[in-house]
């Protein structure tokens, strides 16, 4: 399976530019217009209960105004499956949501979480929207979205964007394992988080990961080269890295 790997760009950090500001500028639509100039597949926003950056009225406009296929990222609660089955995104990610941290620092714990998980999966599968669960690259997480009915499974790639050294091969190798795992249980293969140009292209290398999902080092980057040509240059990188043989990889 070595399909063209899509590239959604998370635009959640336009957002939090705009709101140390408040008022308008910059806005995240005008972000998610350039993104599908600039070659992304999708368009990806996080909701957060706190509303630090993107806001309802920016989901309510993305939700009528783009072209591209949003995926909504939120958390497993009342309020956001009604915004979410109001709006019916092409796609929603449940993820962890801790109020006092920085980003979404680990995987949603599926496999303890099961009990609570099966009606916000159900209910919007049901509603037609594709459901994925932001999980950890580990076999208890893989199997628990498999038994919760949920399609995809995103793979948090934070521990791996974090190593340095010796560290960088053992969390590769999870990530190339959980993938291989997903393959096996039928279930689409997601993964981000922390991706910069530096780290993207061992993970779109695996063959069996589909859809990169890319925000804070695009926002980032895009003070230097614009948002456009950041994301060109990211698009470059993983096209580049998915024409090569799979990671050798030693862990
Ligand atoms: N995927 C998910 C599920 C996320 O929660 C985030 C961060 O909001 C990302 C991808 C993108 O991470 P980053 O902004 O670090 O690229």
């Known amino acids: 399976m070595t399909a063209r790997l899509r590239l959604g760009v998370n635009i959640d950090h336009v957002a939090t530019i705009r709101n140390a500001r408040g008022g308008r500028y910059p806005d995240p639509l005008r972000a998610a217009r350039i ?3 600039a070659g992304a597949d999708g368009i990806t926003a996080h909701l957060r209960e706190d509303r ?21 990222e939120m958390a497993a609660t009342p309020e956001m499956l009604a915004i979410a089955l109001r709006h019916k995104p092409h796609a929603v990610c449940l993820v962890p949501e ?18 609570h998980l099966a009606s916000y999966v159900s209910a919007l599968g049901e509603a037609g929207i594709r459901v994925s669960l932001f999980i950890d690259p580990e076999t208890v997480q893989l199997e628990a979205a498999k038994a919760l009915g949920a399609p995809v499974v995103e793979l948090h790639t934070g521990a791996y964007c974090d190593a340095s050294g010796g560290a960088v091969a053992p969390e590769l190798g999870r990530l190339v394992r959980a993938a291989e795992k997903a393959r096996g249980l039928g279930l689409e293969c ?29 926002v980032g980057e895009a003070i230097f080269s614009g948002l456009g040509g950041a994301i060109k240059h990211m698009r470059a990188l993983m096209d580049e890295a998915r024409a090569r043989p799979r990671p050798q990889v030693s862990a």
């Open 35 to 37: 993104s599908a100039e």
């Open 190 to 218: 997601h993964a981000g988080h922390g991706l910069s140009y530096d780290t993207v292209g061992p993970v779109a290398a695996i063959p069996t990961i589909v859809e990169l999902n890319i925000g804070h080092f695009l």
């Open 98 to 115: 801790k109020r006092r941290e920085l980003t979404t620092e680990g995987g949603l714990d599926a496999a303890a979480g099961k009990d």
């Open 52 to 72: 630090r950056h993107i806001s309802d009225g920016d989901i309510e406009r993305l939700s009528e105004e783009i072209v591209l296929p949003l995926n909504l």
